[in-house]
């Protein structure tokens, strides 16, 4: 099975249960080849959720969701030592996040010291409780939300734990063609809660899913390409509106997601114009905007935009 017809099978199956969103489709899928985790930001009600339960159920992976609170712990997350006085030793009770999928919704609810449990699991795939390590299931991906307008009572991620998110996607409000079948379908009896009545399938295994992130990793990037990622990532360091530009690890996640991207397209190379596409999912959590440019009501997206254009695209 090849990587665009996996992924064709794949949106098929997210179709029937979400409605339009073709583009965020796009860029989850990205991440998934790429094995990356994702940062969704949309208001409520768009979906998040949904289609992040779907990915799961079509890639036959466990699927895991917490609820990120105030009073959450880090125990909470990742698990901890419990006694058993039955054999006078203590047993480890695992966490939701061993799990491959795993939704962390609202996360910016939580205070840093929970959210930075997730900080090893994301960069190393393994959580430490009580000085042991253990390995989380592979692939293990975090599918984190937050929404953009209420920030009070939040914990804004810090810029290190936003650097371990591949991407940040924005998710709009659907079409009005798209919001109209919505209303259909849930008129029709359509019922998010069950995937199996709405006839979601599973069409790619978790081996199967390795393989094709395998196949990812070998497609062909020319020197240009390579050239062309590091000016991009260089000019976000130069630009006048950008406090913090972004680090070499964005352009790590750049490449990658730009291969994967190739593949999803039926390419076996990588092309300037995938680079350029993602380059805002990638970038727009990764960089600092100057005070003086938010006086202006300059946005993250803007300046970038800005900085791309000034970009020859080699060809």
Same mark, same amino acid.
């Given at each position: 099975?090849?990587?665009?017809?996996?992924?064709?099978?794949?949106r098929?199956?997210?179709?029937?249960?979400?409605?339009?969103?073709?583009g965020t489709?796009e860029?989850v899928?990205?991440?998934?080849?790429?094995?990356?985790?994702?940062?969704l930001?949309?208001?409520?009600?768009?979906?998040?959720?949904l289609?992040?339960?779907?990915?799961?159920?079509?890639?036959?992976?466990?699927?895991?969701?917490?609820? !990120?609170? $105030?009073?959450?712990? $880090?125990?909470?997350?990742v698990?901890?030592?419990v !006694?058993?006085?039955?054999?006078?030793?203590?047993?480890?009770?695992?966490?939701?996040i061993?799990?491959?999928?795993?939704?962390?919704?609202?996360?910016?609810?939580?205070?840093?010291?929970?959210?930075?449990?997730?900080? &090893?699991?994301?960069?190393e795939?393994?959580?430490t409780?009580?000085?042991?390590?253990?390995?989380?299931p592979?692939? !293990?991906l975090? !599918?984190?939300?937050?929404?953009?307008?209420?920030?009070?009572?939040?914990?804004?991620?810090? &810029?290190?734990?936003?650097?371990r998110?591949?991407?940040?996607?924005?998710?709009?409000?659907?079409?009005?063609?798209?919001?109209?079948?919505?209303?259909?379908?849930h008129?029709?009896g359509?019922? $998010?809660?069950?995937?199996d009545?709405?006839?979601v399938?599973?069409v790619?295994?978790a081996?199967?899913?390795?393989?094709?992130?395998? &196949?990812?990793?070998?497609?062909?990037?020319?020197?240009?390409v390579?050239?062309?990622?590091?000016?991009v990532?260089?000019?976000?360091?130069?630009?006048?509106?950008?406090?913090?530009?972004?680090?070499?690890?964005?352009?790590?996640?750049?490449?990658?997601s730009?291969?994967?991207?190739?593949?999803?397209?039926?390419?076996?190379?990588?092309?300037?114009?995938?680079?350029?596409?993602?380059?805002?999912?990638?970038?727009?959590?990764?960089?600092?905007?100057?005070?003086?440019?938010?006086?202006?009501?300059?946005?993250?997206?803007?300046?970038?935009?800005s900085?791309?254009?000034?970009?020859?695209?080699?060809?």
């Open positions: 099975m090849s990587v665009e017809s996996a992924a064709q099978s794949i098929h199956e997210i179709r029937k249960a979400i409605s339009g969103q073709d489709i860029q899928l990205v991440a998934v080849l790429a094995n990356g985790h994702v940062l930001e949309g208001v409520p009600g768009v979906a998040k959720t289609l992040v339960r779907t990915l799961a159920k079509t890639l036959s992976l466990p699927y895991g969701r917490i609820q !990120f609170t $105030p009073d959450l712990m $880090p125990t909470d997350v698990g901890t030592n !006694f058993n006085p039955r054999n006078n030793d203590f047993e480890l009770r695992t966490g939701p061993f799990t491959s999928i795993l939704l962390a919704d609202e996360i910016n609810r939580t205070p840093p010291k929970t959210q930075s449990a997730l900080l &090893e699991a994301m960069e795939r393994q959580v409780i009580d000085s042991a390590s253990h390995a989380l592979a692939p !293990f975090v !599918f984190a939300t937050q929404n953009p307008l209420e920030y009070e009572g939040t914990y804004p991620l810090p &810029e290190a734990q936003q650097d998110f591949l991407m940040k996607i924005l998710v709009d409000y659907p079409s009005q063609q798209a919001e109209i079948d919505v209303l259909r379908r008129h029709s359509f019922r $998010p809660q069950s995937l009545e709405a006839g399938e599973s790619v295994s081996d199967e899913l390795r393989d094709l992130q395998k &196949e990812v990793q070998v497609t062909t990037v020319e020197d240009k390579f050239d062309y990622i590091y000016e990532v260089q000019a976000t360091r130069k630009s006048g509106d950008i406090q913090v530009g972004a680090s070499p690890r964005a352009g790590i996640a750049l490449l990658n730009s291969k994967a991207l190739a593949r999803l397209r039926g390419r076996e190379f990588v092309i300037p114009d995938d680079v350029k596409e993602l380059a805002l999912p990638v970038l727009r959590h990764r960089v600092l905007l100057r005070p003086e440019a938010e006086v202006e009501g300059l946005s993250v997206d803007r300046v970038l935009t900085v791309l254009d000034a970009q020859i695209v080699p060809r």
